[in-house]
């Protein structure tokens, strides 16, 4: 069984523009877990659920210590916490720019691959779906589940 006879050809995806408050949307509205990313015809990247949930995360807590008033005035901000931790931590998760948080590295296949090879290459790298390309253009995207509902077929 090859690509092109499980793949769905209406492909959900993003623009590297679009914030994660909009990612997040499509990726609901759509009830898909994650989705290319595309500059006008051009794959530039993927983003999943995950890559939005990592976001979440905060950095790691540091021990609680309230210093004296002259203390205050010695210590650098540096040493209590770096501006970019900072920065991260304050500004607003969904007005962040998806090109910011992307997997730029994006695994392709074709449709005339096999499905053996797509499940190889999903589970080898540990990812739940693949554009599909033909001549450098997507075409569809297949994922875990597609591959297991056409073996169902079988």
Request: net charge negative.
């Amino acid at each position: 069984m090859k690509i092109k006879d499980v793949m769905n050809p209406n492909v959900v995806f993003c623009k590297p523009d679009d914030t994660v408050r909009e990612a997040a949307k499509i990726l609901k509205e759509n009830n898909v877990s994650g989705a290319p990313v595309l500059e006008g015809e051009e794959l530039v990247g993927i983003i999943s659920e995950a890559d939005l949930l990592k976001l979440l995360i905060l950095p790691e807590k540091r021990d609680l210590w309230l210093p004296s008033p002259f203390e205050v005035i010695e210590i650098p901000i540096r040493e209590l916490l770096s501006w970019e931790e900072t920065k991260k931590m304050l500004s607003d998760v969904g007005s962040t720019k998806i090109e910011e948080i992307m997997k730029k590295d994006v695994h392709t296949i074709s449709s005339e691959a096999s499905v053996e090879e797509a499940s190889e290459h999903m589970i080898k790298h540990r990812i739940n779906r693949l554009p599909v390309t033909e001549d450098s253009r997507m075409v569809g995207i297949v994922t875990r589940g597609d591959i297991i509902q056409g073996l169902a077929k079988l």
